[in-house]
């Protein structure tokens, strides 16, 4: 069965360091997104991503972050200057034209800034 | 600002029995919702959704019911098994082309056997 995947799968870094987390969607999906999960919360949607523009982004979604579809199968999220308050795990999700708002989830990377 | 709420952090279940997990939301904008089933160290699982015009959406065990009028939905599991023990997730999306989805706290179900 297709899947999301993403790597990897944890990632340490120093607080003020650049990160990029990636991600591979399912090949036929259109819509790409990126959700975050501190520990203990709840699942935050970061941005959504079609058509290789930005169509929806929160409030968390500040400067820091940026997304990119390099090539026809990856889709990236860059923290520009990691803080210790974006360690969590982070989410890669996509779903496919005209279905409806389901998203199918990759495993998560948990970041961890240190 | 909690617009989904799942106001049972736990539940706990025989196995065989019924498990009901709720969830009420405070945005009159959410017009379609989805449940997620979520083990540690994975990433949600789409378990069933239902659109605003319908009150109810079942997938053989799993069958989810919304109430509009009181702004809560409702996901039944019959029977329940132990394999279904997991962080159960509601979430909503607002459509008009909106696709992002705003999840609950979540409640963990633990199926006893």
């Known amino acids: 069965e297709p899947e999301v995947t993403q790597t990897p799968s944890h990632q340490v870094t120093q607080m003020g360091q650049e990160v990029i987390l990636r991600c591979v969607p399912i090949?036929?999906?259109?819509?790409f997104y990126w959700y975050r999960q501190i520990l203990g919360q709840k699942v935050e949607f970061l941005v959504s991503?079609?058509?290789?523009?930005?169509?929806?982004k929160s409030e968390i979604f500040d400067d820091q972050f940026s997304v990119e579809r390099p090539d026809g199968s990856n889709f990236t999220l860059k923290i520009r200057s990691t803080k210790l308050e974006d360690s969590a795990m982070y989410f890669c999700?996509?779903?496919?034209?005209?279905?409806?708002?389901?998203?199918?989830f990759g495993q998560g990377t948990r970041l961890t800034v240190v | 600002d909690q617009q989904v709420k799942q106001n049972s952090p736990s539940l706990s279940v025989q196995e065989g029995r019924i498990s009901i997990l709720n969830c009420d939301y405070t945005?009159?904008?959410?017009?379609?919702f989805l449940w997620y089933k979520k083990y540690p160290a994975e990433g949600p699982t789409f378990l069933i959704s239902?659109?605003?015009?319908?009150d109810k959406n079942e997938d053989g065990r799993f069958t989810v019911f919304l109430n509009k009028s009181a702004k809560h939905l409702s996901l039944h599991i019959v029977p329940s098994q132990p394999g279904d023990s997991a962080v159960y997730f509601c979430?909503?999306?607002?459509?008009?082309?909106?696709?992002?989805?705003?999840f609950g706290k979540g409640t963990k179900l633990s199926v006893i056997p």
């Open positions: 991503f079609y058509n290789n523009e930005i169509s929806e």
């Open positions: 979430a909503a999306s607002a459509g008009a082309g909106s696709y992002q989805l705003t």
């Open positions: 999700a996509s779903t496919p034209l005209g279905v409806g708002p389901e998203a199918f």
């Open positions: 945005n009159s904008m959410f017009d379609y």
């Open positions: 090949s036929n999906h259109l819509y």
């Open positions: 239902i659109s605003s015009i319908k």
